[in-house]
């Protein structure tokens, strides 16, 4: 992947920034913004990374595609044209995140299932990954997947736990081999 390292301090660098001026929250808003933008948009993508297009289209195109984002933000796309890193200000965003929810402490928990959370279900799978992280800044994803059959596959960070019908059977399948 093209410039990780140098997205990773350059998010870095801007939540420290965002620190001291207090102004972490409407740079993370921008910075969700951004990386959304970027992602759903391909020309907008690829115009960012083209060596054939002018520094001053690129910057007049980002003046009006984000209008009202954050002077901090402001200042980020000034020194990635100063310093030609602009084709990696989608990475800079995506880490900017993650950067962002390690300093809050939130965690993201995937429920893997055949048929879709009811609210019910969604309230109960929550309460027992809370207190199994015993953490209360966990957002709850669900993912469906028919071919698990049935039960459930959670993933917190790089822990999995996988109580799907699927990976039993497969289980027993191994056994009897």
Same mark, same amino acid.
């Given at each position: ?5 140098? %997205?990773?301090?350059?998010?870095? %660098?801007?939540? #420290?920034?965002? &620190?001291?001026? /207090? %102004? ?8 969700? &913004? ?6 759903? /948009?391909?020309?907008?993508? /690829?115009? &960012?990374?083209? $060596? ?11 003046d009006k595609v984000f209008v009202g984002v954050? $002077? ?20 800079? %965003? #995506? ?5 962002y929810n390690s300093y809050k402490n939130n *965690?993201?928990? #995937?429920?893997?299932?055949?048929? $879709? ?42 822990? *999995?736990? /996988? ?8 289980? &027993?399948? *191994? #056994?009897?081999?």
């Amino acid at each position: 992947m093209y410039g990780f390292r140098a %997205a990773n301090r350059y998010a870095k %660098a801007l939540l #420290e920034y965002a &620190l001291q001026r /207090n %102004a972490v929250e409407s740079v993370f808003r921008d910075m969700s &913004l951004v990386h959304k933008t970027i992602d759903e /948009n391909k020309e907008l993508d /690829n115009l &960012l990374v083209s $060596p054939v297009v002018k520094t001053v289209v690129k910057k007049n195109v980002l003046d009006k595609v984000f209008v009202g984002v954050s $002077p901090e933000v402001q200042r980020l796309f000034t020194l990635l044209i100063e310093n030609r890193r602009l084709p990696i200000l989608k990475q800079i %965003a #995506e880490k900017f995140v993650i950067h962002y929810n390690s300093y809050k402490n939130n *965690q993201t928990a #995937e429920v893997t299932t055949a048929i $879709p959370l009811t609210e019910e279900m969604k309230k109960q799978v929550l309460q027992k990954v809370e207190s199994l992280k015993q953490s209360r800044n966990i957002t709850l994803v669900n993912k469906v997947d028919e071919s698990i059959i049935g039960g459930f596959i959670l993933r917190i960070g790089d822990i *999995q736990y /996988n109580a799907s019908v699927a990976f039993k059977l497969n289980k &027993l399948r *191994q #056994e009897f081999q």
